[in-house]
């Protein structure tokens, strides 16, 4: 799963960058990340359009 995938180098305080195609993927996905709070302030940073995640 993607929120694993990405949460677990945030944890370990590693970059990852998350492309998609779409905004609404890349949403979903840091959404997933997000939820499991295993990531301190300032570690995600989102650049995009605003959309609609879930």
């Known amino acids: 799963m993607l929120k694993r995938a990405v949460g ?4 370990r305080r590693e970059r990852v960058l998350l492309a998609s195609a779409t905004n609404i993927a890349v949403g979903n996905a840091l959404l997933g990340v997000v ?16 959309s609609c995640a879930r």
């Open 35 to 50: 939820e499991e709070n295993r990531h301190g302030p300032g570690d995600i940073v989102r650049a995009g359009h605003r």
């Open 8 to 11: 677990d180098p945030i944890a």
